[in-house]
């Protein structure tokens, strides 16, 4: 099978299409026909190992030679123990610990993959689990009425998160690069600011909740932007950002009665299928900016990886749909 290959962290330069064995699932495994794998900054960091956090599989060369881990496909094999799936099902699911999902086939542990709903294309379907359960946690706490400010929110998670917190009726600030405003106000944002020219910690003006989905202002310049009893949660960044937001957030947090720390996001169908229920009702709509075949893996990356995606962007093996 063709699968789009790394042997070092780099620049998309590093990455090349071979031909590859075709993947073997083991007992609790699923083998997949890819036929959408959405990107995520996570393949980004995972491509040139960075943050530090992207190396924990590998500290000098990747373990997952192939990236991609917010698949969407048909069942083509089954492993012994697998028990909720059949060969020709359509799943969609997150693979993070395995990937893999920039290649013709792929192989995930029947845990982490959902039935497909029939509403929804294999291109949608895959821009959910990673993205939808980072937004899902990001404003389970956030109420009507309530100031959330969104870091990052032109993105994948960003464009979920936003929709979500102006269903539960929050004021939603959306902060990311100049190209992403009117995106973000599309998706619902009521307020917009360009991070490259206005920092949201310095403009007066204070949040209940703050997403970070990039953390790069410090500890003390956040809780400047915290209500009184507000709460900020990060899910990535630079990895000295995520220390500090580990270690001295909390303590910050309960001095000045606020809280912050890092979001710890939990993976799995149960915390993406929600998400999903609520596109196939078309409560929440889903943006896709642009589909790559496989050998534009690296142009798709990079497309992402340097801000210009708005919202999703997705891998289609088979080419365009
Ligand atoms: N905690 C967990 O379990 C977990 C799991 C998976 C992923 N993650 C993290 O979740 C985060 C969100 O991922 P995603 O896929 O939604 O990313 P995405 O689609 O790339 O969106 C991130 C957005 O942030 C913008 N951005 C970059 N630097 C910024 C800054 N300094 N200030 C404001 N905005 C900035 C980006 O645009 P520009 O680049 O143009 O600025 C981009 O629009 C990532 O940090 C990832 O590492 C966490």
């Known amino acids: 099978m063709r699968a789009v290959v790394q042997d070092r962290y780099g620049p998309p330069e590093v990455l090349r299409v071979e031909d590859v064995a075709t993947p073997v699932p083991t007992e609790d495994q699923v083998l997949l026909r890819v036929r959408a794998t959405s990107i995520n900054l996570s393949d980004w960091e995972c491509l040139r190992g960075s943050p530090l956090y992207a190396r924990l599989g590998g500290l000098r060369a990747p373990a997952c030679r192939t990236l991609g881990s917010d698949v969407a496909g048909t069942v083509e094999a089954v492993g012994s123990g697998v028990s909720r799936f059949r060969v020709g099902d359509e799943v969609y699911g997150d693979n ?24 929804l294309t294999f291109a949608e379907a895959s821009t959910i689990p990673q993205a939808g359960a980072i937004a899902r946690r990001g404003t389970a706490r956030v109420g009507p009425g309530q100031r959330l400010l969104i870091n990052g929110a032109g993105g994948g998670s960003g464009m979920f998160a936003i929709q979500l917190a102006k269903s539960a009726g929050a004021h939603v600030t959306g902060v990311d690069n100049a190209g992403k ?88 169908p149960t915390h993406f299928s929600p998400l999903a229920d609520l596109c196939v009702a078309g409560e929440i709509a889903i943006h896709i900016d642009r589909t790559f075949g496989l050998d534009e893996v690296p142009d798709a990356l990079r497309y992402v990886g340097e801000g210009r995606a708005q919202g999703k962007v997705v891998v289609t093996p088979d080419g365009p749909p």
């Not at 270690?247 to 910050?252: A, D």
Request: proline share 6%.
């Open 96 to 119: 993070l610990d395995l990937k893999g999902g920039f290649a013709e086939y792929a192989v995930a542990p029947e845990s982490a993959l959902a039935p497909k709903p029939e509403e």
């Open 181 to 268: 405003l009117d995106f973000m106000r599309s998706q619902g944002a009521d307020g917009v600011i360009d991070y490259r020219t206005e920092d949201f910690t310095r403009t007066g003006a204070s949040y209940d909740h703050i997403l970070d989905l990039v953390a790069h202002r410090s500890v003390v310049a956040c809780r400047r932007a915290l209500a009184p009893g507000g709460r900020y949660g990060c899910v990535g960044g630079p990895i000295r950002t995520m220390l500090a937001m580990a270690t001295f957030g909390p303590v910050l947090g309960r001095l000045t009665r606020r809280r912050m720390g890092v979001l710890v996001v939990p993976q799995g």
